[in-house]
């Protein structure tokens, strides 16, 4: 998509501060940080967002949860023993859900208590 900022964050024609990448998704910290460790991780293919995903984005989906247990493990956010430490996965759909950029995309949050419910 030519106008996405996401797409041109994909495309290195906008700077980011990248945390992973590969052939499917990029990861990069986002640029107003709601946690001292707030990441992107986001489909390289334009998809607008959880509202409009077909049957052939499902193993993407998938991939962008196995790249978020990489990135807690890098970072040492891992949860130990499934008791201490740990992040939040959040995607947001739609405009009254917090949504604001419309490429698919899933935070990773990370480095402090985290509170329920959310905001
Ligand atoms: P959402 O509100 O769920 O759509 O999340 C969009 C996120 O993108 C927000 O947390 C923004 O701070 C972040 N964001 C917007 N523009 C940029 C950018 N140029 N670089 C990094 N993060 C961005």
Same mark, same amino acid.
Request: proline share 6%; aromatic share 10%; net charge negative.
């Given at each position: 998509?030519?106008?996405?900022i996401?797409c041109?964050i994909? &495309? $290195?024609?906008i700077?980011?501060?990248?945390a992973?990448? !590969? /052939?499917?998704?990029y990861?990069?910290?986002?640029?107003?940080?709601?946690?001292p460790?707030?990441i992107l991780?986001?489909?390289?293919?334009?998809?607008?967002?959880v509202?409009?995903l077909?049957?052939?984005?499902?193993?993407i989906?998938?991939?962008?949860?196995?790249?978020? &247990? $990489?990135i807690g493990?890098?970072l040492?956010?891992a949860? !130990? /023993?499934?008791?201490?430490?740990?992040y939040?996965?959040?995607?947001?759909?739609?405009?009254?859900?917090?949504?604001?950029?419309?490429?698919?995309?899933?935070?990773?949050?990370?480095?402090r208590?985290?509170e329920?419910?959310p905001?």
């Amino acid at each position: 998509m030519q106008d996405c900022i996401f797409c041109k964050i994909v &495309r $290195k024609e906008i700077p980011s501060k990248a945390a992973y990448e !590969d /052939e499917l998704v990029y990861a990069f910290h986002d640029i107003n940080p709601v946690a001292p460790t707030h990441i992107l991780i986001v489909p390289k293919r334009h998809i607008v967002g959880v509202q409009t995903l077909e049957r052939e984005d499902e193993s993407i989906v998938g991939h962008m949860f196995y790249v978020a &247990r $990489k990135i807690g493990e890098e970072l040492g956010h891992a949860p !130990d /023993e499934y008791l201490k430490g740990g992040y939040r996965l959040v995607f947001n759909v739609g405009k009254d859900a917090g949504q604001s950029v419309f490429h698919l995309h899933l935070h990773f949050i990370a480095g402090r208590r985290m509170e329920w419910p959310p905001g």
